[in-house]
């Protein structure tokens, strides 16, 4: 049984790219069952055919009820990823959310938290850079410092200004 | 004020008054909605999450409780509270259909 990995456009960022991405591969008989290429893409395994939509739901404490309720709405499990919960279904099943209440809570806690992360890695990074500008460390010592504390910056900005940006487009049109 | 300030003030949005409705009976949560579905004629849909986030709310708010039972299979019901918020929630819809009607008429 052979897999592909495509790229993800970031669920934070474009949710909607990547599960329409996931139903246009179901419909080549390419399934997703995973996430790849070190979390910035996702693994699809040959199988037959299907017709499906594809959506997403957070929750951070999701119990077995959680799951029965998404089943009895004709929404089926596909992978789990920490608080992320991708689900399909039949093409003209309800949607996930029904109104904008579930999913602007579901965006502000990841706002929240992603603010949290932010803060915390831009204060690190500022830090590191304040060390750096102080000690007159080698070069390539300096530069490298820089570059690993960049990293969560980036990783967590960038989710940030996604869900904050889904946010505002939600509180605008309800 | 927070967007969901409606549970603490008794307040409800129409989700909420729907699943308190279809909760005045013991109801597991998955039931909730074909419960509505069926009593509503296909008129009232409820998303999994949308009525994940509104049962959780709504027991917060100590609105409904959560009866002995299965962990997976948790069967929710009014309180107390909750049937006093219900009926305060209709009387209020009903004058404001009354009112429609009054204005609709002199229209």
Known sequence: ?174 | MGRNSGYQSGDLVDTALHVLLALVHPRHGYAVMHFLEQESEGAITLGPASLYTTLKKLAVAGLIKELEGDESRRTYHLTAKGHEVLVRNIERRRQLLVMADHIMEEA
């Open chain 1, 1 to 174: 049984m052979s897999t592909t990995n495509k790229m993800s456009n970031g669920l934070a960022v474009s949710p909607e790219k990547d599960l329409a991405m996931f139903a246009d591969m179901a419909g080549q008989g390419k399934h997703l069952n995973g996430i790849a290429k070190l979390g910035h893409g996702w693994s699809f395994v040959d199988g037959v055919p299907e017709e499906a939509v594809f959506d997403l739901a957070y929750e951070s404490n999701a119990s077995s009820e959680y799951f029965d309720i998404f089943q009895a709405a004709g929404w089926e499990l596909v992978i789990s990823m920490g608080d992320v919960h991708i689900f399909k279904a039949v093409p003209g099943t309800a949607p996930i959310h029904t109104n904008a209440e579930s999913r602007r809570d579901e965006l502000t806690r990841n706002r929240d938290r992603y603010l949290r992360y932010s803060v915390i890695a831009l204060i690190a990074f500022l830090l590191v850079g304040l060390g750096v500008r102080v000690a007159s460390w080698n070069e390539w010592l300096e530069l490298s410092l820089l570059m690993v504390f960049a990293f969560p910056v980036v990783y967590t900005v960038v989710p940030l200004v996604g869900y904050w940006s889904h946010l505002n487009k939600l509180n605008r049109s309800s």
